[in-house]
């Protein structure tokens, strides 16, 4: 599966954006779904997943009750809407793709920036 991310850009605190992630080439029903985040100078790190039907979500303390992952496979995109943005989200946002049977997410779109101004 291919990922392509969008929807980022540049938002003053407090702010909102959504982002998606459209997946083409393999039947996206059958991958977890996740975005990560890597800000300058550290360490990519979890934000949300949600699982092939739509039913279970999760996500990192630091984004709980601002963020909600979704998806929609009939047009095989997932979405990240972030609410109350922080300075401190400011990062590259990558969505992933983890298949069935497979533990890790070993499919990366290109990310896209998310600048959050104080």
């Known amino acids: 599966v291919q990922l392509q991310a969008s929807g980022g850009g540049l938002v003053q605190a407090g702010g909102s954006l959504r982002l998606s992630c459209v997946a083409s080439?393999?039947?996206?029903?059958?991958?977890?779904m996740a975005w990560f985040r890597q800000a300058p100078g550290k360490e990519r790190e979890f934000v949300a997943d949600?699982?092939?039907?739509?039913?279970?979500?999760s996500y990192s303390e630091s984004v709980k009750g601002r963020f909600t992952i979704s998806r929609d496979n009939a047009k095989n995109t997932v979405y990240l809407r972030m609410n109350s943005l922080k300075p401190e989200d400011t990062a590259v946002y990558y969505c992933?793709?983890?298949?069935?049977?497979?533990?890790?997410?070993?499919?990366w779109g290109q990310g896209t920036q998310v600048t959050v101004s104080s």
């Open positions: 080439g393999r039947t996206f029903s059958y991958y977890d």
């Open positions: 992933a793709a983890r298949g069935i049977g497979t533990s890790m997410y070993s499919t």
């Open positions: 949600i699982s092939r039907s739509g039913d279970y979500t």
